[in-house]
């Protein structure tokens, strides 16, 4: 699995690269280190946001915890 990282405001080449990602067995992870209010449609990618608690969170969300296991879960971790 490939985990890409992004910033609240994603940089706009990240967003073209990851939307042209071809299909495939392993798809991309992005997860938003602080997520916008409305995530732009990624396709090919699994996405989630990072939240704080765990009360908060909705599908999608993950806390700080999850992200470091998917971290060392990861076969690359691309930030931008």
């Given at each position: 699995?490939?985990?890409?990282?992004?910033?609240?405001?994603?940089?706009?080449?990240?967003?073209?690269t990851l939307r042209?990602?071809?299909?495939?067995?392993?798809?991309?992870?992005?997860?938003?280190?602080?997520?916008?209010?409305?995530?732009?449609?990624?396709?090919?990618?699994?996405?989630?946001?990072l939240t704080d608690?765990?009360?908060?969170?909705?599908?999608?969300?993950?806390?700080?915890?999850?992200?470091?296991?998917?971290?060392?879960?990861?076969?690359?971790?691309?930030?931008?």
């Open positions: 699995m490939t985990l890409h990282l992004l910033k609240a405001t994603p940089n706009p080449l990240a967003i073209q042209s990602q071809p299909p495939s067995s392993m798809s991309p992870v992005v997860v938003f280190l602080s997520p916008p209010n409305t995530p732009p449609v990624l396709p090919q990618c699994t996405v989630y946001r608690t765990l009360s908060s969170q909705e599908q999608g969300d993950l806390t700080y915890e999850q992200l470091v296991g998917m971290i060392f879960k990861a076969d690359r971790v691309v930030t931008w």
